[in-house]
């Protein structure tokens, strides 16, 4: 079935690193990408989305790229702050279908 | 818009209780998802509904589960009998049509069963 592959393992860097998330896909169609962001006690919330091969989404200084060949969209920022410290998750859809498939999600800790 | 709104924001109980979790959508939303985050299995769809109607209810784990919308204003995730196991964080997300796919997801109850 369809499914997203997050790297394992949480993420630990220092401000002002530069920050890749791997996410890569299995699909039969032609899905839509995203990548959501949960903060500390709440719940998630989207973070940028694509909908076709070469899109690129960004928000807040995230970006991430759908890039078909390698059914990946990997996530990256060029600075992190203290305030990126959050658990991200990718996410796929496909059209005419409502559901979202998570991946298991990575912790990632900016210090200071 | 206030957004999703779930209640309580926290639940204990003991082993064996009725426990009943409650969201209120975002208005005009159409779909409604219930959802189970917990350490070890991450986040996992337990039953989705599109207008008041329940869609899929494949991830609902045992009987002991049962999810309701009487209207398109409210929806209730009920487990009874509770068991330690049912501990984790339940979110409640909605979102418009199929065209956006986007969810917005409630704030989320976390439940521990004693």
Redesign the interface.
Known sequence: GDSVTQMEGPVTLSEEAFLTINCTYTATGYPSLFWYVQYPGEGLQLLLKATKADDKGSNKGFEATYRKETTSFHLEKGSVQVSDSAVYFCALSLYGNNRLAFGKGNQVVVIP | DAG?IQSPRHEVTEMGQEVTLRCKPISGHD?L?WYRQTMMR??E?LI?F?NNVPI?DSGMPEDRFSAKMPNASFSTLKIQPSEPRDSAVY?C?S?L??AK????????TRLSVL
């Open positions: 999703v779909y998802f991450g986040l769809l989705y599109n899929d979110f997300a979102s049509g199929l796919n986007i969810q917005y997801f409630g704030a989320g």
